[in-house]
């Protein structure tokens, strides 16, 4: 099997293949077991089969498959492995394995880990005790002899540094915990990036005690480096590099990220073909520019292909100084003003506290500003100004507006960029033969180039330079008849521009242009923050907090248990410094692995006295196919029973359509068990059905008391009223429904009729404390304690209304009142002024609406709500009262016909009260309404 | 895969003492169902309870004018003083021979069955047994009762039925007379040929033959598929049929061609010839083949 990377675990087995032909033998001779039936009218049937040859063997693809399953299965097991691995023969005394895992060694770690882990096992397999270092580990990590399997054990632990590897410090250690004897394997692991003292540490290991040399080094280094970013005017512009004698141009694309992860950026690096560095620029507006928190070459997941980005690449910190004190009263005025609105929105303004110079500009440079920019500030005090200059020379930027001051100031060699002629210059004025000006279009080579130059901006009024002879080269803007409008010049490491007007609209509109802002903002993208703001916060740090790094696989993580504080000026990268930002919320500095002038050069494989062997990376990739083949063959296998199904006719039988359907039911129902169908399965609760009978159609309810005499004529009361308010209101109530008040659920009803009965039981206090949240959530309950008739001589007493008493004495009753004649009640359908039921006689109580008010002589008192409590002593369900064939049940006292027609109506009147609440109130008005509308 | 059909006793030749007791325990259930059956037909036999030319004694009556004075029964007459005219009953070829067919071929029942073969076959013979005799008419059973004249014929027979031990295969019509009614219930599965010949006995004799077929329905359309191994229980043959449903249409027309011939053969001599499914309801064929008793209508199939 050379020719397949297949090979067998146990190959005698594969004799088995010999059995096919037997196997094909026997199942050529075998047909099909038949079905049996008993068949009476065999003579007429054997009339038709005589003419009709019976198949007496399998057809030929049958065979094939049951010989193509049985290969499989004897194939399977033989232990069939795909990509059998290679074996390292390692051998010696010892076997010391130094493995690189540096930052390089992460994008393929696996494989790297895997090559080592065949090592170690083959290792095991001899009993050789192991030496296991890494490179980038901590010098005091153990590094062995270890038995195999702990060696195993620290291998899985190990993982790749976001670190350069030590090579010389470990290879020295291994050297120093080799036998003595010789003969021990070294197995060098590396990650194809040379160090400086490469040559020393082989040099160091492989001396006498090493016995041979195992190495491995990538195939070629594919990793890249971000060398750094520079804020330039245009972009971020990126530098990278890669392994040099790369013959191919290569394009890379890196992905700007803020603080929070978020891409925000994209740049593409281009290599030149043969070219070890590239370069990129990242080309987004200057105000994103400033949230970057890092940059990633995509793809490149170690370290070295990120970069993080501290205060220096941000946000430029600007202090402005102005002599005039600032006029709140007009703003528009204010030197600053125009200066404050164009650079607000990319940099971090400073302004001192101070008017006082001495003062104000000290305090500035404590913030260390990128740039200051001075409206008309004349002369500068004596220590300030030295301060200043030293500020400029070390890199500042310094911006000055010209003013009357200014004009009036001396000249400034140190601070200005060019020589000033005293006074100013007015054009168009009354003395004056010129025009105001207009700009010129900006020198090609200024800091300014490539703006348009405004047309609609007139100048006025301007300070004059002297002429010179480098006035051409420092100017940067210019009017049209040639004089200077702004001025620049270097000063050491830093910038001193001049505007030859003034901050504010008087000399010239050009700081209310849109071409301002775009100037100033040229200017601050020249300038550099002159330090960090920790450094700026006064603080003598000597080291920065750990505080986000970057992880061996180029993640921003927290920083790791090694970390250690940063040293100021510490810029040596290693496990107690790991790349990524020190510092904290208030201001990092960013500690990159690569310095900037960083290149990578391949490793030299050392040409050491003992014999060398070379491997390669690998992962382990040898896969059992023993499952595969034996679940082919399982394949095979219901194939074959179908096959046989089919052959068997049970496809064709008669009952097809109920075997397809118990099948087509089996499925299902395997699909319903298992889907998940719990969410909503669980939605459902006992007593849903009740709920939804008794919420799908408006019922009037009542209160069971318990004694079914009255709980019949309630039912039928309220039938009969349902009845009646279907025949005479638009309302269709569905049956009414009993409630038991202490477990049914009370809020599907508008309305509960309570008939108080004195030989049922009191209901407990739980039930009652239902009843009353229920008035209070807007129901009613119309009590009635039907016994009008026998207290018509004793009013109060009867024990119906002691058990009223009571139950009322536990809920929240409000102060009640019969109902006034101009209530809603009496004319929320029928006119009516009482409200009789089998007894008339007892007022119906309701809430007292107290603060309603009846003014103008209205039909019906205004006021809101609903009671949420009626009382009669009327039997009102008694008059409802119906039997099934609609004949009333009970006589009215006195017998009365109407006075039943009346009862009927007082209950129209409440449930359309219930319902409408005080629509009705509102309802008669309209004719008022309307009047008053003028209709 | 389950049998379509089974065999509902022992069908081998050999244990007909088993399959006599299996019959023995069956015939009770099947006289009860033969008169249910019978409920269901509304018994209108002509009346036969009159005096007319017969064979067996009838009445006396006086004697009056104008009847012949041979008919005169001198011995009854001498016993008083009137003179006696001997009567008898009036018989027009009232004896109704029934027989069904008990051979293993009948113990069949498919799936779509609700009985089988032998049992429906039995349900009909005693159904029409009582029918028979409860409207006065002889019954007999070839081989196995003379005709007689009882009320509870079907009991008697059904009592015969369960004692005897062995039934011939074939009926012995040997005592068939002429103008005699034959009722034979059976499966007519033996080819036509020979069928036909041991029919044709009666034919000779000037009986008149009703013939009922009992069909199991998957004798009649054939649902088998598939590689099928078919047994025929009275010969214990075997057949095997590679893909059955293959054969199914030629064996419909074969089966079809057979009933088609008997029922010719049956018109040819007028008798009537009936085929009930064991999928349907006795009381059908009783029906019918009652109707055709009455003289009303030829055979039907």
Redesign the interface.
Known sequence: MSFLPLSFGFTPVLFGLLALPVIWWLLRLT???????????????????KR????QQSPWWLTLLRLLLAALVIMALAEPVWNPRERVAAGGTTLALVIDNGWASAPDWNRRKATAERLIRDASDSDTPVILAFTAEKPNTEIGPFDPEAALERLNAAEPRPVPVDRAGTYTRVNEVLPAGGGASVALLTDGLATPADQTAFNALLDEKAGRLVWAAPDRFAPLGLTGAQNEVDGLHLTAIRAPGDPAPRRSVVGAFDERGRRIGDATISFAAGEANGTGVLQVPFELRNDFASLRIDGQDQAAGVRVLDENDKRRRIGLISQSEADQAQPLLSPLYYIRRALEPFADLVEPQTTDLAQAIPQLLERKPAMIVMADVGTIPEPARQQLVEWVQGGGTLVRFAGSRLAAAGNDEELLPVRLRVGERSLGGSLSWTEPQAIAPYPATGPFAGLPAPRDVNVSRQILAEPGTDIAERTWASLTDGTPLVTGAQRGRGTVALFHITPEATWSNLPISGSFVEMLRRIVQLSRNQGTATAAAGEQAPSLRPFQMIAANGALVPPGPDARPLAAGATAVSIENPPGLYGGEEGVVAHNLLPAEASFAPIVKPTPPVPTSEIAYELDGSTPLKAPFMLAALVLLVLDTLVMFW????M???PRARLAGAITAALLAAFVVAAPHDARAQDTRPGDEQAVAAISRTRLAYVVTGDNRVDEISRAGLEGLTQFLIEKTALEPAEPAAVDIAKDELAFYPILYWPVDAGAPMPDAAAIARVDSYMREGGTVLFDTRDQFASGFDAGGTPSNERLRDILAELNVPALEPVPEDHVLTKSFFIMNDFPGRYSGSPLWIEASAEAQNSDNRPVRTGDGVSPIMITGNDLAGAWAVDSSGAPMLPTVPDDPMQRTYALRAGVNIVMYMLTGNYKSDQVHVPALLERLGQ | ?P?????VAS?LPSDALSRARTRAALVPDLLVEARRVVATVISGWHGRRRRGIGENFWQFRPFVEGDATTRIDWRRSARDDHTYVRDREWEAAHTVWIWADPSP??L?KSKGATVS?ESRALVLALALAELLSRSGERIAWPGLTDPSSARNGAERLAARLAHAPTLPARPDFGNVRRFSDVIVVS?F???VEETVEWLDVLAKRGARAHLIEVA?PA?ESF?????????????G?K?????????AD??RA??RA?REELVRHAKRLGWSYTVNHTDRLASEALVSVHFAMSGGGGPRT
Not at chain 1, 31 to 49: D, I, N, W, Y
Not at chain 2, 3 to 7: D, H, L, N, R, V
Not at chain 2, 224 to 235: A, I, K, L, W
């Open positions: 047909p099909p077991k038949p079905q049996t039936e008993v068949f009476p009218p065999l003579k007429v049937l054997a009339r038709v089969l009709e040859e019976t198949p052959m068997g006719g049970v064709r039988r008669r | 895969m049998q379509i059909g089974e065999a069908t071929s009948m069949f073969k499966d599965l033996d080819p199991d004798e649902p088998y598929s598939g590689r099928t191994e078919f047994r025929d229980p009275e010969t043959e057949l095997t049929a590679g893909r059955a449903e293959g054969l030629e064996y074969l089966y057979r």
